[in-house]
C-alpha cells in the first residue's frame, strides 16, 4: 500500500488531495472519503491517506479510470432557480442543478464544481469551477471573499438594528461573523434588505433574520466577490474570461496556471466546436451564422450606402425602367397583369377600356358581359 513518505524523505511535490482537487475529480473533502472507501490508487496499490505526496498525477486512477492532466481553472456563472438542490444526486429523487446545466452550459464543458451552496428555495447567483483549489480557496471563510444577498422579508425591522450586525451576532451557541446589512426600500411592513458576509454558514442569512423577528419570503445572491449576478436569465449559465480567472487567482495566492493552459481554454463569446448531430446537446444554441453580404446587382459591385440612398431616391418606375428594381412585393404580379390587360397588343385589334368617344364599355376592361345569374361581385 502506498503511504505518505517518512519524515527524512525530501518532500517534493504536493498532496494527491490537492493535485486530484485541482484535476476537478472532486473537492478535497470528497476526495479524502474516496481515498478511504479505496477508490484512489497508485500503480494498482491502493493509497491510504490523502497527505501522499506526489510530483505529478502519473500512474494514479480513481475508480480504475486514470486521471488526466489538470485543465485550467474555468469559472462560470449560473443563475441558479429554486427548487433545485446544491448536489450531484439527491437521495430523495428531488432535480438537482446538474439538471439545469446540461443545457445551460456550452457543449464540451469539463465536470464542474459548485462554489459553496444556496438552499432549496434560496436562488441567484452559483458559481461552478473546474478547479478543485480554487474552489476551496472561494469558500474558505479566511480568503476573505463576500457574498451578497438581497432578502425580501416581513416584519418590524429598523435600520440601526440591521447595522447592530456589523459586530456580529450568537445564535443558540452560533456565532456568526459581521455582517453588512441595509435597508434597501419598504412597503408597510415588507422591506427588501441587502446583506453583505464573508462566511457563508449553512443558512446563515435565513437564521439571523429570522432572529430578528422577520420572515423572509424570498431570498437571492447577487453577487460573489467580484462577479455579480447582473442581467444573467434564470437557468441560465455563462463563463468568465480566461485571463480574468487567473487574475483572480492570484489575488486569492494561488500558484499560477500553465500559460499555454490558460491560452487553450475557450473564451467568453467564442463558439464552441460543432459537434456530429448525434452528439448534440438538446438546446444547445446553434453556431451564429455569418452575415449576409449586401445583395448584389445583375452587373456591377457591391452596393454601398450611399448607392443604396441614391436609391431610395429614386422612383419605382425609373429604377424598373434602368432594370435595378427591387425585388418583387405582394400584389406587384396583379398589378403587372392589369397593366397588361390594359396594353395594345401589336398588330392585334384595339382593345381599349372605354370606347372612342370615351364612354366605358359594357362588361369592364374585358368587353364581356356578365353570364346572367352570376353572383355579383364575382368574375363570370
Known amino acids: 500500500m502506498t503511504d505518505s513518505p517518512s519524515s527524512d524523505t525530501p518532500r517534493s511535490g504536493e498532496r494527491i488531495a490537492k493535485l486530484l482537487a485541482r484535476a476537478g475529480v472532486a473537492s478535497r473533502r470528497e476526495i479524502e472519503r474516496m481515498i478511504a472507501e479505496g477508490r484512489v490508487r497508485l500503480e494498482d496499490q491502493p493509497v491510504t491517506t490523502p497527505a501522499t505526496i506526489l510530483p505529478d498525477l502519473r500512474g494514479v486512477t480513481v475508480d480504475g479510470q486514470p486521471v488526466r492532466a489538470p485543465e485550467a481553472a474555468r469559472l462560470f456563472l449560473f443563475h441558479k432557480p429554486d427548487g433545485l438542490i446544491t448536489a450531484e444526486r439527491d437521495p430523495a429523487g428531488r432535480p438537482t442543478i446538474y439538471t439545469a446545466l446540461r443545457n445551460a452550459l456550452p457543449p464540451g464543458t469539463p465536470r464542474v464544481m459548485p462554489v459553496g451552496r444556496l438552499d432549496l428555495n434560496t436562488e441567484g447567483l452559483l458559481l461552478l469551477t473546474n478547479d478543485g483549489e480554487l474552489k476551496r480557496a472561494l469558500e474558505l471563510p479566511s480568503s476573505g471573499v463576500p457574498r451578497t444577498y438581497r432578502a425580501r422579508t416581513y416584519g418590524d ?27 434597501e426600500r419598504r412597503t408597510g411592513r415588507n422591506q427588501w434588505i441587502e ?6 454558514k449553512n443558512r446563515e442569512v435565513r437564521r439571523v433574520l429570522e432572529h430578528l423577528g422577520l420572515q423572509v419570503s424570498r431570498l437571492m445572491r447577487i453577487a460573489y466577490g467580484p462577479f455579480v449576478l447582473g442581467d444573467l436569465p434564470r437557468g441560465a449559465a455563462g463563463e468568465i474570461a480566461p485571463a480574468e480567472v487567473e487574475k483572480f487567482r492570484r489575488t486569492l495566492g494561488l500558484a499560477a496556471q500553465d500559460p499555454g493552459a490558460v491560452r487553450r481554454t475557450l473564451r467568453v463569446g467564442e463558439a464552441p466546436r460543432a459537434e456530429p448531430e448525434g452528439r448534440r446537446r ?46 418583387a412585393k405582394f400584389g406587384d404580379a396583379r398589378r403587372a397583369r392589369a397593366n397588361a390587360a390594359k396594353a395594345r397588343p401589336e398588330g392585334g385589334p384595339a382593345y381599349p377600356p372605354t370606347r372612342g368617344d370615351g364612354s366605358r364599355r359594357p362588361g369592364g376592361p374585358t368587353g364581356r358581359k356578365p353570364r346572367p345569374g352570376a353572383p355579383k361581385g364575382r368574375r363570370p
Open 282 to 327: 438538446t438546446g444547445a444554441a446553434p453556431a451564429r451564422k455569418a452575415p449576409a453580404p449586401r445583395r448584389r446587382d445583375d452587373e456591377g459591385p457591391l452596393l454601398g450606402r450611399e448607392d443604396l440612398r441614391e436609391r431610395g431616391r429614386r422612383g419605382r418606375s425609373q429604377r424598373a425602367a434602368e432594370g435595378t428594381a427591387a425585388p
Open 195 to 200: 446583506l453583505t458576509l464573508t462566511e457563508g
Open 157 to 183: 425591522i429598523s435600520q440601526g438594528r440591521l447595522e447592530e450586525l456589523i459586530e456580529g451576532i450568537e445564535i443558540d451557541g452560533m456565532r456568526y461573523g459581521k455582517i453588512d446589512a441595509n435597508m
